[in-house]
């Protein structure tokens, strides 16, 4: 079992920045994926930014230059940082984390537009 905690959520205007974490406990060994997805109000949930084995990094497309995905080397937290945030972006981010064959979630932390 993973466990999955996300935060640094929050309200940022078009054009801020803003870092969010996630921490991971219970059997993080066995993690071998992690990344970030995000649901606006409406939409359906989507790949942020995935991050693998050697640090490989695979981003959408529509985020790509704005967003930065990390980890640790434990898989035990990971971060993305997010600027210039585009408007009408207000969604709920979610950690995931891929742990023999199975997907863990987070509870998700959100992020408000405060424009």
């Known amino acids: 079992q993973v466990q999955l905690v996300e935060s640094g959520g929050g309200l940022v205007q078009p054009g801020g920045s803003l870092r969010l974490s996630c921490a991971a406990s219970?059997?993080?060994?066995?993690?071998?994926?992690m990344a970030w997805y995000r649901q606006a109000p409406g939409k359906q949930r989507e790949m942020v930014a995935t991050?693998?084995?050697?640090?490989?990094?695979i981003y959408a497309y529509s985020v790509k230059g704005r967003i930065t995905i990390d980890r640790d080397n434990d898989y035990t937290k990971l971060s993305q940082q997010m600027n210039n945030l585009e408007p009408d972006g207000t969604a709920v981010y979610y950690c995931?984390?891929?742990?023999?064959?199975?997907?863990?979630w987070g509870q998700g932390t959100k992020v408000t537009d405060s424009s």
């Open positions: 219970g059997c993080t060994v066995t993690i071998i994926i």
């Open positions: 991050i693998m084995s050697a640090r490989r990094t």
């Open positions: 995931a984390g891929r742990a023999r064959s199975r997907n863990y």
